[in-house]
């Protein structure tokens, strides 16, 4: 199994704790668009998918309302005051560690490239990540698209990259991409959903990702001693 020297991030529900609002956002959107405001868990079953898809899958009697409702986030999203989304506990170390490590760090969300923007900028983290990708420059998750992208950004592969998510999505994009996954079951969906996917591993809270990673970079290194 090869060492591992990129690891890639969902942002909603993975590093930030923002799964409430979008539930609030997109429920708002909804009635002032006049569709039924769907049911939170709903809600945070397409967490992931870009906005259209998303759109797809919740209204899907209302076609003709899919474009207006995406709209409707959009705005709603954008005046919001962001301030209350935080970070996960230890996300910040944890990356700063890893970027001492040298390991590469990239984003692969559903996000659009200006709410991504605006949500790094607040948070001080334009120039945490080496590679990002957004809903609006590749095919929704679960296609391989923003996967591939980012591993040709940054010049490794598929077998030597990690994607973490919290969604079916992130753990369909990568068994489609050809690449090992680390679910994490305390943001959009269930730990049984997502055991379903067959992921790696899972995590219940983001401070067992650095313990977990360590002990597999001490496996990777005895199994390169073997071979020599």
């Not at 996300?91 to 996000?111: H, I, P, Y």
Request: net charge negative; with cysteine.
């Amino acid at each position: 199994m090869s060492a591992i020297d990129t690891l890639i991030f969902d942002w909603d529900g993975t590093l930030a704790d923002s799964v409430g609002h979008i539930v609030s956002v997109m429920q708002r959107a909804a009635a002032v668009v006049g569709l039924d405001v769907p049911a939170s868990d709903a809600v945070r079953g397409i967490i992931g998918l870009s906005l259209s898809e998303a759109a797809a899958r919740l209204f899907p009697q209302q076609p003709h309302l899919h474009v207006v409702v995406v709209e409707a986030y959009r705005d709603i999203y954008l005046s919001d005051d962001q301030a209350s989304v935080s970070l996960f506990p230890g996300v910040r170390e944890a990356l700063d560690t890893w970027r001492e490590q040298g390991f590469r760090l990239a984003v692969a969300t559903g996000k659009g490239r200006k709410g991504l923007a605006r949500i790094l900028e607040q948070h001080d983290m334009l120039d945490y990540f080496d590679a990002t990708r957004c809903a609006d420059e590749a095919l929704s998750k679960p296609d391989p698209a923003m996967l591939h992208q980012l591993v040709d950004m940054l010049e490794t592969s598929a077998a030597r990259s990690l994607m973490v998510g919290d969604s079916s999505f992130d753990i369909e994009m990568a068994h489609n991409a050809g690449m090992r996954s680390v679910a994490v079951s305390y943001g959009a969906q269930s730990r049984a959903q997502l055991l379903a996917c067959a992921p790696l591993h899972c995590i219940d809270a983001f401070a067992e990702l650095p313990l977990w990673l360590r002990a597999q970079r001490a496996d990777w290194a005895g199994n390169l001693t073997e071979r020599l």
